[in-house]
């Protein structure tokens, strides 16, 4: 509960947001529309006013499920979380809270499995969880392409199904929805993170992002698993966000970094060796590939801030504080606490034949040093 109302002085505290707050009830039954991230700015006392109010709904949700589990509704029911890899410093954040989080509300037979990065691994460990009789499933799929036939499988078994951070396609989302299936999705919209990413560097301004004069912002993109959606989108709106901005973009480099810090640091160095002076803003998918980032940016002699710019996102600890030093640009909160309690909450919604909505959203935050030491506070 402590990290819920932390959450809820977060929500207060920043007021840039887009679309319908966290929480299952609050969530719309719709995928977000394209044009969700793409709004124009809101006006921060209503943004606030409305914020507070969805996070109050979330809050009483919360309540909601808490008196559930004391009712026993949930104690004795099997729940089973496939995340797609435990080495994942964000999916870490998320899979801990989750579990603690799914303890708190009165679950009492929990397993959580490792797919190790791989589809077979996972699909296997799904398979022995309909065989040993799960109540219900929450799943991060390794890759979202597999949804369709995740969804067949578990569907098929009589078993309600919370999908995690890894969004499947909209084709697979109507599927749900169209055959009135227990089936849901949980996470972020990320064309919000990645113009979240573009707008901090929009706002710096071109004469102080321009080190070289050319009148462009000249940037290379650090992409995590172009299979994933949230490294698609955030690729594609943290440019968008520059163009909105009036501002020309070159491209020098575009490199796939798997979300993993090593790859990023190794990427970035090969890179800055490549482009050298040339690059003004290096955008990383996730906040993981740009502490790699970080490395190779000093390593080349190069300052965050004063030659070169940095931003991540998820709001890891490290990079949070990062950001408050001046040697990370800014990153964007991927709210692991909010997503990690809907998906509990969803699950006992479903064992305890409340149902859910097909989409549960959440917001995310932007993290520039202006308002980086409250989300750190926050975080702790
Ligand atoms: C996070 C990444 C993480 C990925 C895993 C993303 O939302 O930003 O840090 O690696 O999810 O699917």
Same mark, same amino acid.
């Given at each position: 509960?402590?990290?819920?109302?932390?959450?809820?002085?977060?929500?207060?505290?920043?007021?840039?947001?887009?679309?319908?707050?966290?929480?299952?009830?609050?969530?719309?039954? +719709?995928?977000? =529309?394209?044009? *969700? @991230?793409?709004? /124009?700015?809101? $006006?921060? &006392? #209503?943004?606030? !006013? +409305?914020?507070? =109010?969805?996070? *109050? @709904?979330?809050? /009483?949700?919360? $309540?909601? &499920? #808490?008196?559930? !589990?004391?009712?026993?509704?949930?104690?004795?029911?099997?729940?089973?979380?496939?995340?797609?890899?435990?080495?994942?410093?964000?999916?870490?954040?998320?899979?801990?809270?989750?579990?603690?989080?799914?303890?708190?509300?009165?679950?009492?037979?929990?397993?959580?499995?490792?797919?190790?990065?791989?589809?077979?691994?996972?699909?296997?460990?799904?398979?022995?969880?309909?065989?040993?009789?799960?109540?219900?499933?929450?799943?991060?799929?390794?890759?979202?392409?597999?949804?369709?036939?995740?969804?067949?499988?578990?569907?098929?078994?009589?078993?309600?199904?919370?999908?995690?951070?890894?969004?499947?396609?909209?084709?697979?989302?109507?599927?749900?929805?169209?055959?009135?299936?227990?089936?849901?999705?949980?996470?972020?919209?990320?064309?919000?993170?990645?113009?979240?990413?573009?707008?901090?560097?929009?706002?710096?301004?071109?004469?102080?992002?321009?080190?070289?004069?050319?009148?462009?912002?000249?940037?290379?993109?650090?992409?995590?698993?172009?299979?994933?959606?949230?490294?698609?989108?955030?690729?594609?709106?943290?440019?968008?966000?520059?163009?909105?901005?009036?501002?020309?973009?070159?491209?020098?480099?575009?490199?796939?970094?798997?979300?993993?810090?090593?790859?990023?640091?190794?990427?970035?160095?090969?890179?800055?060796?490549?482009?050298?002076?040339?690059?003004?803003?290096?955008?990383?998918?996730?906040?993981?590939?740009?502490?790699?980032?970080?490395?190779?940016?000093?390593?080349?002699?190069?300052?965050?801030?004063?030659?070169?710019?940095?931003?991540?996102?998820?709001?890891?600890?490290?990079?949070?504080?990062?950001?408050?030093?001046?040697?990370?640009?800014?990153?964007?909160?991927?709210?692991?606490?909010?997503?990690?309690?809907?998906?509990?909450?969803?699950?006992?919604?479903?064992?305890?034949?409340?149902?859910?909505?097909?989409?549960?959203?959440?917001?995310?935050?932007?993290?520039?040093?202006?308002?980086?030491?409250?989300?750190?506070?926050?975080?702790?």
């Amino acid at each position: 509960m402590k990290k819920k109302l932390l959450s809820i002085v977060l929500a207060m505290a920043v007021s840039a947001t887009f679309i319908a707050g966290c929480g299952s009830t609050a969530a719309s039954t +719709e995928a977000p =529309a394209p044009a *969700a @991230a793409e709004e /124009a700015a809101p $006006a921060p &006392a #209503a943004e606030a !006013a +409305e914020e507070t =109010a969805d996070v *109050a @709904a979330d809050a /009483a949700d919360v $309540a909601d &499920a #808490a008196a559930d !589990a004391a009712s026993g509704d949930v104690a004795g029911k099997k729940v089973g979380v496939c995340i797609y890899q435990f080495n994942d410093n964000f999916m870490t954040l998320f899979r801990t809270e989750l579990e603690s989080y799914l303890k708190e509300i009165g679950f009492t037979d929990i397993t959580i499995v490792d797919g190790a990065n791989d589809q077979a691994t996972q699909s296997g460990q799904i398979d022995n969880f309909i065989a040993d009789g799960v109540d219900v499933l929450i799943i991060n799929p390794v890759n979202s392409s597999s949804a369709a036939t995740i969804t067949d499988k578990v569907v098929g078994a009589g078993i309600p199904l919370v999908y995690i951070n890894r969004e499947p396609d909209e084709a697979e989302e109507k599927r749900w929805q169209d055959n009135g299936w227990d089936v849901t999705y949980v996470g972020c919209d990320a064309r919000q993170s990645g113009t979240m990413q573009g707008e901090i560097i929009a706002d710096l301004g071109l004469d102080a992002i321009d080190f070289n004069g050319n009148g462009k912002v000249d940037y290379i993109m650090i992409e995590g698993d172009p299979e994933n959606v949230d490294a698609q989108y955030r690729t594609e709106f943290s440019v968008k966000a520059l163009q909105d901005a009036g501002l020309e973009v070159n491209e020098l480099d575009d490199q796939v970094g798997m979300w993993d810090t090593t790859k990023g640091q190794e990427l970035v160095a090969n890179s800055l060796a490549q482009n050298g002076n040339e690059i003004e803003v290096v955008f990383c998918n996730n906040d993981a590939m740009a502490l790699g980032a970080l490395e190779s940016i000093k390593a080349a002699g190069r300052t965050v801030g004063k030659d070169i710019y940095l931003v991540g996102v998820d709001a890891l600890t490290e990079v949070v504080e990062d950001v408050i030093d001046g040697s990370i640009t800014g990153t964007v909160f991927n709210d692991h606490i909010a997503q990690s309690h809907s998906a509990a909450d969803a699950a006992a919604n479903f064992v305890t034949g409340k149902g859910n909505d097909y989409y549960i959203g959440c917001d995310y935050v932007k993290v520039t040093k202006d308002n980086a030491q409250s989300i750190l506070d926050s975080l702790k």
